[in-house]
């Protein structure tokens, strides 16, 4: 999966080790073999992601996808939702929620912070995998900053 010629990192941030495996080993069976950066804290997520200062611009050499829980152990995702859709440099990194949440005032809180799929787990992983592949075609056809 690639971006205007760059290779794609996957952020996963997920603190459930049996989740992120089994995620993991989906994205694989998909045919995705980009790699796969995890996190279970929030914060090192969002080092990682907008750059220790949170000003972005640790992300301008980086095209990313974003794989979100919404329950952590430090923060909600939904907190990071915000930080990442928020930084002009980093609004329009896809972002999947991937969670086990399904209260609707929540998903429509998601999709109106700019998140691009929100799923429910336990997830339906052969809709999940096609859900990975239409964001890297999604990728192919907008303009990362």
């Not at 329950?71 to 999947?96: C, F, W, Y």
């Amino acid at each position: 999966m690639r971006a205007n010629g760059r290779e794609v990192t996957i952020v996963m941030i997920e603190d459930d080790e049996g989740h992120a495996r089994l995620i993991e080993k989906n994205i694989r069976r998909a045919g995705v073999n980009n790699e796969i950066v995890p996190f279970t804290y929030g914060n090192t997520a969002l080092d990682y992601i907008l750059g220790p200062d949170r000003s972005g611009t640790g992300s301008n050499d980086r095209c990313m996808l974003v794989l979100l829980d919404l329950n952590l152990p430090d923060m909600s995702g939904i907190h990071i939702l915000e930080q990442i859709k928020a930084n002009e440099l980093t609004r329009r990194l896809p972002v999947i929620v991937l969670t086990t949440t399904d209260d609707e005032r929540e998903i429509q809180k998601c999709y109106d912070l700019g998140a691009n799929v929100y799923i429910t787990k336990p997830v339906d992983y052969d809709g999940f995998a096609t859900a990975i592949r239409n964001l890297g075609l999604f990728f192919s056809v907008i303009q990362l900053p």
